[in-house]
């Protein structure tokens, strides 16, 4: 009799499974943010209109890009500053010696 033995998984093989499954992870994770989305925006909608509408309450995309914006200029600072005292009027007390603490990092 002869026997039949399964061929060896070469090393090529098991990388482009690997990679196989990271890519399908990330459109995934892709396609739930994309479904996510509208739902996220009706929400800060209704957010804003509890809260006095686009006058008081800043819409979706400006909120974004001004918290893009301050995330920059902090990061900057803490990385290229070498005092970050003049940054403890935008940070809230409480969360000042984190802060203080990753600009000395």
Not at 30 to 50: D, F, G, I, T
Request: proline residues 6%; neutral net charge; glycine residues 6%.
């Amino acid at each position: 009799l002869r026997r039949h033995h399964a061929k060896p998984v070469r090393p090529k093989t098991m990388a482009g499974v690997g990679r196989l499954a990271r890519v399908c992870w990330f459109q995934a994770r892709r396609s739930v943010e994309v479904v996510k989305a509208p739902l996220w925006r009706v929400a800060w909608n209704e957010v804003q209109r509890r809260n006095g509408g686009p006058d008081r309450f800043p819409d979706c995309d400006e909120f974004l890009d001004s918290a893009t914006d301050i995330y920059r200029h902090l990061q900057s600072e803490l990385l290229g500053a070498e005092h970050t005292g003049h940054l403890e009027d935008l940070i809230e007390e409480d969360l000042w010696p984190i802060v203080r603490s990753a600009g000395a990092d």
